[in-house]
């Protein structure tokens, strides 16, 4: 196949696995929706998902949050991981938010990026989920696809964010990174992967990575 065909064969297959494609992380609007991304760091939706419920409860908007303490925040927090910094991050933005937002999220990648504990993908995430903007967050799942269907050379996420960006058409970013989210929680693990399972990876894989796996399960 070619580039143009491979891209094409990927918009095709996820569209056809997942026509839908709900926001894994539970909130009611941009400010619950910031928090829960940035408590995704190095945990799971479902680990978040049990906890935010339980933070938001106290605080689901930066005036109440900032009357917690950062140890109250760290205490509620702590079975996300990276409690300690996760905290200071939430009081901290919370407080920018207020103080210079009027408190409301702002909408641009540049004063999101601004914020203690917001990185480029958790603005991405924001902007594209809560505001709509395209924009193609890429996390564990997005760089492991885009290197076994050779569409990127691995290097770095920020060279498989330009990547996605220049191969798939704009309108379809925000819809288009959550499908590959999906398809690689399901059909396309880091571990536990099974080739044979893995239509696209199959079909235009790169094929170092499909010889790798076809050595490895070699009976």
Known sequence: MTKQQSVKFVIDTLEELFPKTPIPLNHKD???LLISVLLSAQSTDARVNTITPIL??????PYDMVKLSVAEIKEIIRPVGLSPMKSKGIYGLSKMIIEE???NVPQSFEALEAM???GHKT????MSQAFGVPAFPVDTHIHRLMYRWNLTNGKNVTQTEKDAKRLFPRGLWNK???QIIFYGRIYSQARGWDLNKDIITATIGRKSVIRKWEESHKT
């Not at 938001?56 to 908007?61: L, P, R, S, T």
């Open 30 to 32: 941009p400010y619950t």
């Open 56 to 61: 938001f409860a106290k605080a689901d908007n």
């Open 101 to 103: 937002h009027n408190g």
């Open 116 to 118: 203690p504990a917001v």
């Open 123 to 126: 603005a991405s995430v924001v």
């Open 176 to 178: 288009l990174h959550l």
